[in-house]
């Protein structure tokens, strides 16, 4: 059974950085895309990140653009998200996503898989 755990949510001050952490489970890590979705009260899930099965590339939603690191480590089956001068509209709940083969997905409707979230709470 295949399992995405998220972790490294919190609470930070405008402009802070926080690194979610997501570790998959039951799996062969290095055949899926990950990706990292947001949800805010209130509204749909939206993109943030995706990186291929490689790490070699990736895609953002421009509102992160410039802000957000996505990267992954094959060997600890492990995804992250590094985020940087955030802000309080960044906060949401953060869910982990796989998706098997090599498209760069960024439609939460196309993800395989999801964790159960990290809540991360930006205050001004």
């Known amino acids: 059974q295949v399992q995405l755990v998220e972790s490294g949510g919190g609470l930070v001050q405008a402009g802070g950085s926080l690194r979610l952490s997501c570790a998959a489970s039951g799996c062969t890590f290095s055949r899926y895309a990950m990706s990292w979705f947001r949800q805010a009260p209130g509204k749909e899930r939206e993109f943030v990140a995706v990186v291929s099965m490689s790490g070699l590339s990736t895609k953002y939603a421009d509102s992160v653009k410039g802000r957000v690191t996505i990267s992954r480590d094959n060997a600890k089956n492990t995804v992250y998200l590094q985020m940087d001068s955030l802000k309080p509209e960044d906060t949401a709940v953060y869910y982990c996503?796989?998706?098997?083969?090599?498209?760069?997905?960024?439609?939460?409707?196309?993800?395989?898989?999801w964790g159960q979230g990290t809540q991360v709470t930006v205050s001004s």
């Open positions: 996503g796989a998706r098997s083969g090599s498209y760069l997905y960024a439609r939460a409707h196309e993800s395989e898989i």
